[in-house]
Each structure stands twice: as C-alpha cells, then as structure tokens.
C-alpha cells in the first residue's frame, strides 16, 4: 500500500487522519480486492473530513500472495 496524501485530510478539530486511521481502515477491510480497498480507504479519509480535497490524494493499492499459499 502507498498513499499519497491520504493521510492529510484534517478533522474538524484539525486532527490529520493519519497513519492510525489508515491503518484502522486496512485492518478493517483488509481482505478486499485491491479496487475495493481503494474505494473503503476514500470513504474513511470522507467520514474523517467531507470537506477534504481529495483529488490531491493518490493511493495505489495492489495485492500480493503470501509465499505458501
């Protein structure tokens, strides 16, 4: 996972989302397809701040194989 600017966007007390919320949100929607991913990270970076731009944010997600499985 690699995001560009999708930690930035502030709360209305202008807390950034940040790396926890990020990591939160991974967590909770980590077995997704990657496009899936994507989409549920845009939505919590929305819930945390509407108003954040988030046409600067650029996120790729892909997905990979664990060796084994």
């Given amino acids: 996972m690699y995001s560009d600017g999708l930690v930035e966007p ?4 202008g807390e950034a ?4 919320q990020l990591a939160a ?5 980590r077995r997704l397809p990657a496009p899936l991913l994507q ?12 108003a954040a731009q988030l046409s600067r ?5 892909s997905t990979c194989s664990e060796p084994g499985r």
């Fill in 10 to 13: 502030e709360s209305a007390h």
């Fill in 25 to 29: 949100a991974l967590k909770q929607h």
């Fill in 17 to 20: 989302f940040g790396e926890q």
């Fill in 39 to 50: 989409d549920e990270l845009f939505k919590a970076a929305e819930q945390w701040h509407r």
């Fill in 57 to 61: 944010m650029t996120p790729r997600c």
